[in-house]
């Protein structure tokens, strides 16, 4: 399979799969797609209704890698990823109502559904750095839910250190303690002196200072990353499956909540791919950039506002640019432009008749935090306990009110939002048993200001093997 970056066009062909994914970013600054998705048809589609998670997993990854790697190699990183996702189904469906299904994601080593791409881009990673003897250092910025995954993922990995910047004092207690009692010597912890874009900037900054990034060896594991968004595909193509397995449907619809566009855009993939999926409904909190886009066209960037559901307080979708390149006709020029455009005017807006093509997918709809406590109310009502970012989704589904099925991705444990949920329902849940002791467990972070040349240090000072 060849891949192409949004920005020129930069071609990667076959067996590189391994550069797309140890890659990130293009070195054109653009994003990677496949030139040509694979397709299946109907009778493919529902052959693999059959197959176990992990089966499923190994065919869909399989068609994206070209030569790269081989079939028993996917499926035993597929067994190896998915080990720990609680005693059966990693991704098991709950009713809401007839016509409302929630897909929970969360039973994950670190409860939420990123999970899922980082315990795949740890062993992908190993693959590659195995067959080239080498090492790497991971860097990376969290406003809570992407760090302890990756942490969790990376841990004790013999050829990665991995190094998290999260603002200090702004994760919840339960996320900084996912991160800081993982007791492992490749795993570094950096509470910085100010907030999240800080630590992006940081992140950033360190990833093209070409020098730095040659003696440390410098990898991301951030949302742009191609085998993240790849490894997510597969939960649309299994959930769907056992929908429309049992229930005869033609088709289904999904609502997903949504802050970087990566989640969804995995969805649009298994659509492109010949999954039966009608709609995809964008849920947002008040960060509505990419809701209102889907109703106005218009693409427009202003501050973030702090919400409940805080893994999606976020302004610029950073997937998004993968979507635009696909309206906009593969021209990267005009991804430049409109990307330029962003920059300096602060939005964009696309024509109607692209609004319209992209309507016969998405729907926006956004969710205030009022209507989301609502809706985790009304769930409770029903013996049904969400976390705040879920329960966009579920209103998002509730006011959609689609004619077909729709599956809402339940992307949180609630217990990593208790403090959201019990202003909701005056109640907690309950702490899952391998966390009963994460509150007195000791923690190893360090405190840093926000300061390029101090975390410099830091890493160079820790990054040897
Ligand atoms: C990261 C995250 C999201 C948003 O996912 P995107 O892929 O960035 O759209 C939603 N919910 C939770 C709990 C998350 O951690």
Known sequence: MNYISTRNKYHISDNNFSKITMEGLAPD?????PENFPFLNSDEVYKMANLSYTELFTEIIYKFCGSCINKSEIYQIAINSYKDFGSG?????????????????????????????????????NLFLDRNNKNITIIGATSGDTGSAAIEAFKNNPRANIIILHPKDKVSEFQRRQMTTVNADNVFNIALEGNFDDCQAIVKTLLVDKEFNKK????????????????????YFYSALKVLKFNKLKRVNFSVPTGNFGDAYAGYIAKKMGL???????????????????????????????????SMDIQVASNFER??????????????????????????????????????TFIGVGVNDDITLERMRSCYEKNIIVDPHT??????????????????????????????VNKAINNSPSLPNKYKNIFTLN???????????????????NSSF
């Open 391 to 420: 329960s966009v989704g579920l209103q998002a589904a509730c006011t959609a009110n689609l004619d077909d099925l729709c599956i809402v991705l339940s992307t949180a444990h609630p217990v990593k939002f208790s403090s959201a």
């Open 216 to 235: 440390q060896n410098l990898a991301s594991i951030n949302s742009i990353n191609w085998g993240r968004v790849l490894a997510q595909v597969v939960y």
């Open 89 to 125: 189904d990693p991704a098991p469906l709950t009713n809401y109502n007839n016509n409302i299904k929630i897909l929970e994601l969360y039973h994950g080593p670190t409860l939420a559904f990123k999970d899922f791409a980082l315990q795949f881009l740890s062993r992908i990673f």
């Open 323 to 360: 979507l635009l390149f696909e309206c906009l006709e593969y021209n990267p020029a005009l991804v430049t432009e409109y990307m330029t455009k962003l920059n300096t005017h602060g939005s964009f807006e696309i024509s109607k008749e692209i609004l319209y093509q992209l309507n016969k």
């Open 29 to 33: 600054g653009g994003l990677y797609i």
């Open 276 to 310: 039966p999926i009608n709609k995809i409904i964008i849920a947002t909190n008040s960060n509505d950039i990419l809701s209102k886009f889907f109703q106005t066209g218009i693409y427009r960037v202003s501050t973030v506002v702090p919400t409940l559901s805080p």
């Open 443 to 461: 923690e190893k972070y360090k405190t840093m200001p926000n300061d390029l040349s101090e975390i410099k240090n830091f890493i160079s000072s």
